[in-house]
């Protein structure tokens, strides 16, 4: 495992894996916030996904939205500079581990990516997310 992630839990981990069967899913060939939204939302025991199924969105819509993408090769997957700036403010918002509720939040401050774009679709604003997020943490 990458130095970069030891800091995540078990169930970021498994976001992130699940973002990169999305990227695999959708023929893309690179791993950007659409995939992370998808990832956060199948990754349903977390406070994220219940606050992102609280707000109205679910695996299904989100997918609706996505376009197919040119057929690359799933080896060949990168990140875009959107996701990466999501897991830099991710890891800045705890001095622990990062589980998905960071990924979220950091998600919603990060007005760029297709991941931005989806939220703006369904109305959801980032003071939405984070009152959601706190809500659950408390």
Same mark, same amino acid.
């Given at each position: 495992m990458?130095?970069?992630?030891?800091?995540?839990?078990?169930?970021?981990?498994?976001?992130? =894996?699940? &973002?990169? /069967?999305? @990227?695999i899913h959708f023929n893309s060939d690179k791993i950007d916030t659409d995939h992370l939204l998808l990832g956060l939302l199948r990754e349903d025991t977390s406070l994220a996904a219940k606050a992102l199924y609280r707000l109205g969105l679910s695996v299904i819509a989100v997918r609706g939205l996505l376009e197919k993408k040119a057929k690359v090769d799933p080896l060949s997957i990168t990140? =875009?500079? &959107?996701? /990466?700036? @999501?897991?830099?403010?991710?890891?800045?918002?705890?001095?622990t581990y990062i589980r998905p509720e960071h990924l979220l939040l950091a998600l919603a401050s990060v007005y760029e990516g297709n991941g931005a774009i989806i939220l703006k679709q369904f109305?959801?604003?980032?003071?939405?997310i984070t009152g959601r997020v706190k809500e659950y943490l408390n």
């Open positions: 990458s130095d970069k992630f030891l800091r995540y839990d078990d169930a970021s981990r498994k976001v992130l =894996t699940l &973002a990169h /069967e999305e @990227v990140t =875009t500079s &959107a996701l /990466e700036r @999501v897991l830099y403010l991710a890891q800045e918002e705890t001095d109305k959801i604003t980032p003071e939405q």
